[in-house]
C-alpha cells in the first residue's frame, strides 16, 4: 500500500516546515493531488491519522486535498486534456500534469 509512505512524507514534510517556522500547531495541510497518481485520498488520511496520532503539534490537524486533472502536452503543438492520444497528430502526447502528490500549503498556530 503506497498510500502509507505517501501519508508519512505528508507528514514528514509538514512537521519540518512547522518546525523551520516556529510553529506550536499544524491546523491544516492542503495537498495537490493528481487524478492519475492513482491515490486514494481516504486512505492516505486514515495512514496519516496513524503517524501524528502522538504528537501534539498535529493534535486535530486536518488534511485537504485538491484533485489535479491531467493535461498532456505533444510535440505537434498540442496542450490539453486528451493525454491518451494526441487529437491533433495521433501520436502519443506526454503527460506534464496528473501525477503530482504535493504539500501545497501549511496552516500552522506560532503562539498560544
Known amino acids: ?3 502509507s509512505g ?3 512524507d505528508i507528514y514528514a514534510t509538514s512537521k519540518r516546515a512547522a518546525e523551520d517556522n516556529g510553529a506550536i500547531k ?3 495541510i492542503y495537498v495537490d493531488v493528481g487524478s492519475m497518481a492513482m491515490v486514494n485520498p481516504d486512505q492516505v488520511e486514515f495512514m496519516f491519522g ?5 504528537d501534539p503539534m498535529f493534535d486535530r490537524t486536518k488534511l485537504v486535498f485538491t484533485t489535479i486533472p491531467p493535461i498532456a502536452e505533444c510535440e505537434c503543438g498540442y496542450c490539453g486534456s486528451e493525454i491518451f492520444v494526441c487529437p491533433t497528430c495521433g ?3 506526454r503527460l506534464v500534469q496528473g501525477r503530482e502528490i504535493l504539500v501545497k500549503n501549511i496552516e500552522i ?4
Open 1 to 3: 500500500m503506497h498510500e
Open 6 to 8: 505517501i501519508a508519512y
Open 26 to 28: 499544524v491546523k491544516t
Open 50 to 54: 496513524t503517524f501524528i496520532v502522538d
Open 91 to 93: 501520436k502519443l502526447p
Open 109 to 112: 498556530d506560532t503562539e498560544e
